[in-house]
């Protein structure tokens, strides 16, 4: 266990992220009372490595005492690796310039996640992940939009949102060979590419299914360990998914102006009205060519489709067997464990 430091549950080595220096998103200007975010997180008595791996992101900068307003004057520094990146994981063979950031990053496979915030008792993989949580608790939001004064509580989240006044993209120099979609950053293009190869590096310790990304298997865990980090500041109601709990915020703060003339149910459009009054008229639009049967939802018929097909897409990786539906293999996957 580690010491407590200024609100956070820390391991020993504060924060074990390799020797890269890990820096704050953005600063403020000199003597705004924001320079404490501006320090670097390094552990002690060593000195920043002049290569960086592809976890840092680009940093937000202040220029002649004022912020800057648009996402065309956010000065976007990306570091230079100096340093040949020759330590691969053998997991998903991202490369790294020292053998401290591929240990780090190893935690993504592994599940080691030592940094533990003392408000919540989550826990992350990245100290840096840690600090940014903390702007949950505390409400920080020092980012601020210029244009329309909304905060954020990265620096990323700003410069998104600064394209909607702007219009403007950002430069996207990492072009996918296979689809020729474009991408900021290298990393980014690394995931994508694996929709192509069908690769699935990170697995899930639990049921063994496998995802692309190591978010997506973060955000799978949570359907086993009913983790719902995500909760509604109006109705207290939680989510294991942050876009849904985006969707769920709408229904206090947007106008519904359709409305169902049997139970006086709202919807935010004419399309989710059409669909809703369908379980009140019993309307089946979809239906199989095979038998007949009709459903009301087009992914509902494709399921029902396998009864004609055969078709046993869902294949258990333990022993072979194959499912029609996902949860039946979920169901059969708890057998192994």
């Keep these: 266990m580690g010491a407590w430091r200024g609100g956070f549950l820390l391991p020993k080595a504060w924060p074990d992220e390799g020797g890269c220096e890990e820096e704050e998103d953005a600063t403020g200007p000199p003597g705004s009372g924001e320079e404490k975010s501006r320090r670097s997180f390094r552990r002690r008595g060593s000195k920043a490595s002049p290569g960086c791996s592809e976890e840092e992101r680009p940093s937000l900068y202040w220029e002649g005492g004022r912020s800057l307003s648009r996402s065309s004057e956010l000065v976007v520094q990306e570091r230079v690796t100096a340093v040949e990146k020759t330590y691969k994981c053998p997991s998903c063979g991202k490369s790294f310039c020292n053998s401290s950031n591929l240990l780090a990053h190893q935690r993504v496979h592994t599940g080691e996640r030592p940094y533990e915030c003392a408000e919540c008792g989550k826990t992350f993989i990245y100290g840096s992940h840690l600090f940014t949580h903390r702007r949950v608790h505390t409400g920080e939001r020092p980012y601020k939009c210029l244009e329309c004064g909304k905060g954020f509580s990265v620096s990323s989240r700003l410069i998104r949102h600064q394209q909607i006044h702007t219009g403007e993209r950002g430069p996207q120099p990492y072009k996918c060979g296979e689809c020729k979609k474009s991408f900021t950053y290298n990393s ?14 990170y697995k899930c310790g639990e049921c063994k299914k496998r995802f692309r990304d190591s978010s997506g298997l973060i955000t799978h865990q949570r359907m086993h360990t009913g983790d719902k980090p995500y909760k509604c500041s109006e109705c207290e109601k939680s989510f294991s998914v942050k876009s849904n709990l985006t969707q769920h915020q709408k229904t206090h703060t947007e106008e519904w102006p359709y409305q169902c003339l049997e139970c006086g149910k709202r919807s935010r459009s004419s399309s989710d009205l059409l669909k809703h009054q369908q379980t009140h008229t019993d309307e089946r639009p979809f239906r199989c060519t095979d038998c007949g049967k009709g459903f009301k939802r ?23 067997k194959s499912f029609r539906q996902s949860s039946d293999l979920m169901t059969h996957q708890r057998t192994h464990q």
């Design 188 to 201: 980014q293009l690394v995931i994508h590419q694996r929709m192509h190869t069908g690769e699935k590096p």
């Design 298 to 320: 087009n992914f509902t018929l494709v399921k029902h489709r396998h009864s004609h097909t055969g078709e046993r897409p869902y294949k258990c990786e333990e022993c072979g």
